[in-house]
């Protein structure tokens, strides 16, 4: 159970590090993604602006 424990830290921290923000942005734009995508939209175009927006907001954050 321990090693079960572990396992689950280590990726909470590998998937969500120090800013649990940055990690529900990229969430939300790969949902937004998937849902664009459902409807028969090409949706590639969508990721690269989202992640400059949580990178810009992540580093806005770290700044202050």
């Known amino acids: 159970?321990?090693?079960?424990?572990?396992?689950?830290r280590f990726w909470?921290?590998?998937?969500?590090?120090?800013?649990?923000?940055?990690?529900?942005g990229v969430a939300v734009a790969v949902a937004a993604?998937?849902?664009v995508a459902a409807a028969g939209i090409t949706a590639w175009w969508?990721?690269?602006?989202?992640?400059i927006v949580v990178l810009y907001a992540s580093l806005r954050r770290a700044t202050r």
């Open 1 to 8: 159970m321990a090693r079960l424990g572990a396992i689950g």
């Open 12 to 24: 909470w921290e590998f998937v969500v590090g120090e800013d649990w923000r940055a990690s529900a």
């Open 33 to 35: 993604v998937a849902a």
């Open 46 to 51: 969508i990721l690269p602006p989202a992640v």
